[in-house]
């Protein structure tokens, strides 16, 4: 025994590890399917019979088929504007010359270091002077804006690493200056911008204190909102507020396991270039 | 008249030619820029005015107060409360996670290690959860009545120690690190594992040949192989311990008794709940001092080792 311990001594902590990962995520999901009373026995054990109102009745009366729409209308759009913008700009930072360029990017990666709570009271009166309240615009520019300096300072380094030749073969091929980003360097651009695609979706669609302090009508509230009062007033109904953390978790889970690969390429990129 | 001036000194065509070499650049960044000057800069450069003001958030008047709210600050015993919780938190969640992800990664990046993207994939999951889901999933672990911590401890014979943990207040902020550190956990272990692959396989066999133990191995040749990749990493743990928000939110609010109180819940309360807004913003700029402070470090950190 002591000998099979000592061999296998790497996978047993690895193995740990592991179930420390995923337990408490798979109790959740498995109390979802669960009668209250069946939580309260064991919170280990399978559920005996399989209870699938829980989920169907946080689908429908605890509106998470709203809140599931209202992230999609919020996260769909800041994930193209980010993207867009942060592909422009970065080009400009990466490959063009232009006067501040240096002093613009600088200003850019504050954004990156200054944390949101420093400046979220008087955004608050900002987007409420701007008339948006009430409207999904009241996230998605802020959210947008907050993810221009991570979009920006990857793509700039991705742009940083295109040869110059190819720019300067278009132009002389007359290509304008806006045809040799579009049809030249865009194309090129694919793991980079998968890598951003997929980053900020997952920021967006778990963003939590942007919605808190911006959208306050309960019928625009995204999902990791919804659930944070759903599951205040559900405190007690159990298979509830499990069947609600499903809902919320299951969509961005099973988006991580498909595009994982980007997930961590992105990663492991910055690290390999750092 | 403008208009005369430059074609007196005859500048307009400078001008122009200035115009004409930094437009593309310029129009490239103006749409990003008009959003981030709108929705950043601007608010930024206000909490820093705010901050010099009394203001409840209703009045037409902010009343200029000059330093006062840094003053009332200093003598704030929740802010000095909130401040230690999020040291409590840099430290901790910045050495505990790191440990045990180089400890987890060099098990995962070892030649013969079977199952590597298995592992690295289920240690990744949590990291994709909202915070708002870990907080809960965290609150049911935690809960003295059904919670899994409590079932665990009765069936190794520790049942005497379980408790409602989050209702305690020495162990609060323990409690919700803890969860901070699981949701965090999978994001080093990715990170220390792509930069163990830059490390020279030829350096452990060298260290092998002096005949040096794994653990030697691990202090003498990874650690500081790893270099970049733990300051990198480091630093970005320790920004995240001042801007903790989320889950204390969502776990705690901040109780029982004020324990588990950091800075940015505190601001929230003062700016959003007490409504004393030039308060709250002084307390905002605490934490961006600090990040930024922690960040300038690293990158003279960076310059200096770079060159």
């Not at chain 1, 942007?210 to 405190?235: D, K, N, Q, T, V």
């Not at chain 2, 608010?43 to 006062?68: C, E, H, M, R």
Request: charged residues 10%; contains cysteine; hydrophobic residues 55%.
């Amino acid at each position: 025994m002591k000998k099979f311990i000592g061999n296998n001594l790497k996978y047993i902590v690895l193995i740990l590890f592991a179930i420390f990962a995923v337990a408490p995520i798979l109790v959740m999901w498995m109390a979802a399917l669960k009668s209250s009373s069946e939580i309260f026995k064991d919170p280990f054990a399978l559920p005996t019979v399989i209870h699938w109102e829980n989920l169907a009745k946080a689908w429908t009366f605890g509106r998470f088929n709203k809140y599931l729409l209202n992230t999609f209308i919020v996260t769909l759009p800041t994930v193209s504007f980010v993207v867009s913008l942060s592909c422009m700009a970065g080009y400009a930072f990466g490959k063009l010359k232009f006067a501040g360029s240096k002093l613009f990017f600088y200003i850019f990666l504050l954004g990156l270091m200054v944390p949101f709570q420093a400046f979220m009271i008087p955004l608050y009166y900002t987007v409420r002077n701007l008339g948006l309240f009430g409207t999904y615009w009241a996230m998605i520019l802020p959210e947008t804006a907050l993810g221009l300096s991570f979009g920006i300072f990857l793509m700039r380094a991705f742009f940083r690493g295109l040869p110059n030749e190819l720019m300067d073969a278009a132009r002389v091929d007359g290509c304008n200056e806006f045809n040799v980003f579009l049809k030249i360097m865009l194309p090129l651009t694919g793991p980079a911008v998968s890598t951003l695609v997929v980053f900020q979706f997952m920021w967006t669609w778990n963003s939590f204190l942007i919605p808190l302090l911006l959208l306050h009508e309960e019928s625009l509230r995204p999902i990791a909102l919804g659930l944070m009062f759903y599951s205040g007033h559900h405190r007690t109904d159990y298979g509830l507020v499990a069947a609600g953390v499903t809902l919320a978790s299951l969509p961005v889970m099973i988006i991580f396991i498909i595009f994982q690969r980007h997930f961590i390429r992105g990663l492991t990129a910055g690290v390999i270039k750092g | 008249m403008v208009r005369k001036i430059l074609h007196s000194s005859s500048d307009l065509a400078s001008v122009r030619k200035w115009i004409q070499r930094n437009k593309i650049g310029y129009l490239f960044i103006l749409p990003a820029l008009l959003l981030y000057a709108i929705f950043f800069i601007y608010p930024f450069a206000n909490a820093i005015y705010l901050s010099l003001t009394d203001w409840n958030g209703v009045d037409l008047q902010k009343t200029f107060v000059g330093l006062n709210n840094y003053i009332r600050m200093v003598k704030d015993k929740l802010m000095w409360l909130a401040l230690s919780r999020n040291a409590i938190w840099v430290i901790i969640g910045t050495v505990v996670p790191i440990a045990i992800a180089l400890i987890l990664s060099v098990l995962l990046g070892g030649r013969k290690t079977k199952g590597r993207s298995f592992f690295r994939t289920v240690y990744f999951m949590p990291v994709v959860l909202s915070l708002v889901v870990v907080g809960i999933i965290w609150g049911w672990v935690y809960n003295p009545v059904f919670g899994m911590l409590n079932r665990v401890l009765e069936v190794i014979g520790l049942g005497s120690l379980s408790r409602g943990w989050l209702g305690d207040p020495k162990l609060a902020i323990y409690m919700v690190l803890i969860a901070a550190i699981w949701s965090y956990l999978g994001f080093c272990v990715v990170i220390l594992l792509a930069g163990l692959q830059n490390v020279k396989v030829e350096l452990y066999d060298a260290a092998k040949c002096d005949g040096a133990n794994s653990w030697q191995q691990l202090i003498h040749v990874t650690i500081p192989q790893l270099y970049h990749v733990l300051t990198m990493i480091g630093v970005y743990s320790m920004i995240n311990g001042f801007h903790v928000f989320d889950i204390v939110f969502v776990m705690t609010r901040g109780g029982p008794a004020n324990s588990t109180e950091v800075i940015a819940t505190y601001t929230y309360k003062q700016g959003f709940q007490l409504n004393s807004l030039g308060y709250g913003s002084a307390l905002g700029m605490v934490l961006a001092v600090l990040s930024l402070i922690v960040s300038y470090i690293f990158l003279k950190f960076r310059e200096r080792s770079e060159v």
